[in-house]
T-cell receptor, first 115, second 111 residues
């Protein structure tokens, strides 16, 4: 079974631009979560999607948004990029239960550099 | 969520020795915990998990211990190998599939 895939793997943007990142979950997984990883803040939860609906959201500004498609693939978008948005963006997938007892499997991440 | 610092603690061990990585968690109501391993340039990789109704769980060369009284987790790696060199994170799983990660520990294995 293929793992979580993310595209692109690397991206360079300039301040003020917007960016869209893509994630394909493990086959059969319906929940997709996004995380931001930086040296200063570590791994932080952005949001989670299930059945095309945002089910949970972290403490990030509205510039960060996402969506999920009917095939469970997900995209996240960051508008008006700031230097501080430079990070590794990780996508994780799981089956989709909400009981808080699910293993999430991560993709390799998209490394975003904002200049 | 738990805040993390700029500096990753580092554990340096000799190949073949046992490693113990510790983690403190914040939410006493958490029911499920996961240890992840992250190698340079890769996403976190699932190692082992434990539920709050257990004190100990063993996998292949790894053991996780949970002490709910002091809100502490540990990951023990037996016969540490160079391929174990990575950053290790503990994570609490919250309702709604949200993970809260610890700050991470860098494990360096000396040959």
């Amino acid at each position: 079974k293929a793992g979580v895939t993310q595209t692109p793997r690397y991206l360079i943007k300039t301040r003020g631009q917007q960016v869209t990142l893509s994630c394909s979950p493990i086959s059969g997984h319906r929940s997709v979560s996004w995380y931001q990883q930086t040296p200063g803040q570590g791994l932080q939860f952005l949001f989670e999607y299930f059945s095309e609906t945002q089910r949970n959201k972290g403490n990030f500004p509205g510039r960060f948004s996402g969506r999920q498609f009917s095939n469970s693939r997900s995209e996240m978008n960051v508008s008006t990029l700031e230097l501080g948005d430079s990070a590794l963006y990780l996508c994780a997938s799981s089956l989709g239960g909400i009981a808080g007892e699910e293993t999430q499997y991560f993709g390799p991440g998209t490394r975003l550099l904002v200049l | 969520g738990e805040s993390v610092g700029l500096h990753l603690p580092t554990l340096s061990v000799q190949e073949g020795d046992n490693s113990i990585i510790n983690c403190a968690y914040s939410n006493s109501a958490s029911d499920y915990f996961i240890w992840y391993k992250q190698e340079s340039g890769k996403g976190p990789q699932f190692i082992i998990d434990i539920r709050s109704n257990m004190d100990k769980r063993q996998g292949q060369r790894v053991t996780v211990l949970l002490n709910k009284t002091v809100k502490h987790l540990s990951l023990q790696i037996a016969a540490t190998q160079p391929g174990d060199s990575a950053v290790y994170f503990c994570a609490e799983v919250h309702l709604g599939n949200m993970l809260t990660f610890g700050g991470g520990t860098r494990l360096m294995v000396k040959p």
